[in-house]
């Protein structure tokens, strides 16, 4: 039984994609339309990996219909299927680097439109502007490298002489997922540091850190790929030309996190969580924030009034002013006599 039918992840991966692109064009139209400021690199950066992932997304609906939809290839499988298989894999696996090098980098030059004057702050973001850059070129190349000059091993049917004369393909894998947790971990968290700083109110502090923290769902996807690689790698399932054993089954946690259809989910909610900062002025616009603004302070009030009606005390209460440690209540009160209440027989003696 397949986690990921075709008839599943292709709609899937076409509604998520027209979402990401419905967002940035939006996002465009907020900038040249409603706001009528510069397209910056923030804006090229998201369109630009924006059309890879609608590349990604063709290749994963070619793969569907000639080849094995992501799934593990097997002997048993056509050989044109799985030469097919092979290729889209491999183009996958070079092209996925920009896209998530560019939804980082379009977040980073964003932020250098918000916090302008804080120096501390430019100065960490360049580093982790400078940083990205590295490390996406730095995988790209280890990708189109990782046979050396004998691409074509990559995709060949027969894997085991990719196996013979290529590199540590799971390996690869493997860094790429742990360093892009990393990556989109240090992006998300370092605005966080700064928002204290601006001048708004308190709520919209609050509201600009949960867009900020948005980005953690495809974060969440990053988690899931590499707990898949975490275990299939040492399994040697991520090797060229690997075949599983007649009475081996493949363990269900691998079942489950299949890491092609993660990485399709973790590149389109990126791109989700990239354009959601700068549509700020068009939900402001429409009334949605407000809306929201003002369903927070309803509800803030409501909370407040109710805390302060069960803490205030009655007026006897509010005269006597003693605790009444064997109630339930903290707050609640007990009367103190006014008169001292008459001796009993014990105490006549």
Known sequence: MSFYPFSVTIPVYVIFTAVGILLTALRFWTRVALTRQHL????????????ILMACTALQCLNALHGTGGEAVSTEDAVERAVTAHKINFIMVVIEKPAFGAIKLSLLFFYRRIFTVRRSFRLANNILIVIIIL??????????LICGT???LSFDANQKLAAAHCGDKGLMLLLFAITSFVTDVS??????????????PKQQKWGAGLIFLLGLMSTVACILRMIFLCIAYPMGRMSWGYEAKPKDKTPLVLQVFNPTFWVMIEMCLGTWAANLPPLGPLLHSIGIRACLSRAYRRFSSAYLSGNHDREKPTAPEAETGVLNRENEWPNSFVPVPTHPEPAGPEDMV
């Open 150 to 152: 004998k691409l074509s």
């Open 135 to 144: 490390w996406t070129v730095a995988f790209v190349l280890s990708d189109l």
């Open 40 to 51: 910056g690199a923030d804006d090229w950066f998201i369109a630009g990996g924006v059309v």
């Open 187 to 200: 992006v998300l968290i370092v605005p966080l540091f700064y928002i204290r700083g601006l001048q708004m």
